[in-house]
């Protein structure tokens, strides 16, 4: 049974959360999935539905369907207030995607918004359902230095450097501290007062992720389109790909071991709100083309199988599960949807993450792009790790980083292996 944050996937506890994220579960449902809990366990409740960012749905969902008279006073305090402090902090983002709009616009640097702030508008009855951690705007390669530049006139810092250095879908991401002290873990994941990063991206997605190789979509910009979004027009991808982005976004956090059941219900609900206006047909051709078939199918498979979301038409289902590759639906079929629930971002097993991202490999390039990630990261992560300000001065530091590396991932590097093996065995 898979296990990654002391909750079961199969565990009353998991079943309550699942039961009150379902779009089609009524009141009876919710209540009998309570019922099967006894005396819940209210910490770990607690502590799974934050770290899948669903405390504030769930409190939602609860008072709609009138479930809140037998939850303790202290549970249902802790409920109502996480709704009330996201509904603050999204107030606070959706003037942040304003001006950051506003201060692309004026610097002339074309943008599309991706993600985030325009879900909340499209896909939830309030802006304080769903947990927003930042901005992401995707803009042209060739003006980067402009878009930065922007921010940095408007009193935006960078976020300090980090282990995720090295990632090349976007541009160091900046906020504006204003004088706070930003302390982690976060000791209140919808702290209100807790500031917003802002991320200039380059690519849709990484284009090398974790040595497998995707590709940005063909025409997206050519496909994104003017709406109005917090009172202003801003240019959005077109509903097939945004739906792809969702998917590939899920997904590459799911290999990561840091996917969020809030991610998989934005999926759920998009498919339940647009499948009768997608075209189908090209997103299975924009996914072929950027190499996201697999993540697009697994994306769709699990949120299904998880929250009941409405199956794509039966001719895409089959083309995209045949672009998927064996071994990795072998593995979904058995494990997918409890493996989202047991889901822990902050325990991720890293041996997991290996055997997914080999699983994902369609090519022998990949798997061999696979084993450079695991023990040669590009130059930049170097950098970044030991805060060194030259390129050249990272070549020595790959030694000790290999050593260190090997010495600290022999364990999930073997658990990685047997469960490889035994996966073979059951093929």
């Not at 939830?124 to 878009?147: C, M, V, W």
């Not at 090349?168 to 919808?190: I, N, Q």
């Not at 090209?282 to 697009?296: G, H, K, N, P, Y």
């Not at 792009?369 to 990261?377: D, E, I, V």
Request: glycine letters at 6%; hydrophobic letters at 45%.
């Amino acid at each position: 049974m898979i296990r990654e944050d002391g909750v079961r996937a199969d565990s009353p506890v998991a079943q309550l959360i699942v039961a009150s994220l379902r779009v089609d579960a009524d009141g009876q449902a919710v209540e009998s999935a309570r019922a099967a809990c006894g005396d819940v366990d209210w910490a770990r409740f607690f502590r799974s539905a934050d770290r899948h960012g669903v405390t504030p749905l769930i409190a939602h969902r609860w008072q709609s369907l009138d479930r809140m008279e037998h939850v303790p006073d202290f549970a249902r305090e802790r409920l109502l207030s996480a709704l009330r402090h996201n509904a603050e902090r999204n107030a606070h983002i959706r003037r942040e995607a304003v001006d950051y709009w506003r201060l692309l616009t004026e610097a002339g640097v074309p943008a599309i918004v991706l993600k985030g702030w325009p879900l909340v508008e499209m896909l939830y009855e309030s802006p304080a359902l769903r947990h927003l951690s930042d901005i992401d705007l995707l803009i042209p390669a060739d003006r980067s230095r402009e878009g930065l530049r922007a921010l940095e006139a408007a009193g935006l810092e960078p976020l300090p450097r980090n282990r995720e250095a090295w990632v090349e879908k976007h541009l160091p991401a900046y906020w504006r501290l204003r004088g706070r002290r930003v302390t982690y873990p976060l000791s209140d994941l919808f702290d209100p007062n807790h500031p917003r990063s802002v991320e200039l991206h380059l690519h849709v997605w990484e284009t090398n992720f974790r040595g497998l190789r995707l590709r940005d979509p063909i025409g997206f910009w050519e496909r994104s389109r003017l709406a109005d979004v917090a009172g202003w027009p801003m240019r959005l991808p077109s509903l097939e790909d945004t739906l792809i982005h969702l998917c590939v976004h899920w997904a590459c956090h799911w290999i990561e071991r840091e996917a969020r059941l809030s991610q998989l219900v934005d999926v759920d609900r998009f498919v339940r709100k647009f499948a009768g206006r997608l075209d189908w047909n090209l997103i299975l051709r924009v996914s072929r083309a950027a190499q996201v078939t697999r993540f697009v199918y697994a994306a769709l498979e699990t949120a299904h199988r998880v929250l009941g979301a409405p199956l794509p038409p039966e001719e895409f289902t089959a083309q995209s599960r045949a672009g998927c590759p064996p071994r990795l639906r072998h593995w979904m079929d058995r494990y997918a949807a409890e493996d989202a629930l047991a889901m822990d971002s902050g325990r991720r097993d890293h041996g997991m993450a290996y055997v997914l991202t080999w699983l994902s490999a369609q090519s022998v390039g990949e798997r061999v792009g696979m084993l450079r990630y695991a023990l040669l990261p590009p130059r930049e992560f170097i950098m970044g790790r030991y805060g060194l300000k030259r390129r050249w001065l990272a070549i020595p530091f790959y030694l000790p980083y290999i050593a260190g590396r090997t010495l600290n991932t022999m364990g999930p590097f073997a658990r990685a292996v047997t469960r490889f093996a035994r996966l073979g065995s059951q093929a």
